[in-house]
């Protein structure tokens, strides 16, 4: 097997991961795409319960729009809004968390939906 088929191999194996979160932090980032990120904070969801998702700068709106998405399906409520302003070597930048709390009946289709 020559090197490019065995980093194929590897992205495959990559891939086929299952996603195990270790701790309630999602950080939101810009460059994925919104789909995928819902889909990463229902497992994360499924997993603890309660999410909070972390965002800085421009990522800040997907976080909002991912929390209001699944308060709008009924999967969760928004427990809490907060941001603050971190001082990263001259530059300023905004860091936005929202917590975001599973309930009952998005309980249910989370069972249903990642099985």
Known sequence: MDRQQNQQLQQQQ???QKLDPQDNQLQVLIRKSFKAQ??????????????ELHALGEASKNSVKMADFLQRQGIVTISKIN???LQNNEKKQVKFIVQLTLTAEGKKRLDQELN
């Open 14 to 16: 990559a891939q086929k």
């Open 38 to 51: 819902v889909f990463i904070a229902k497992i994360f969801l499924k997993k603890f319960g309660d999410v």
């Open 83 to 85: 941001s603050f302003t």
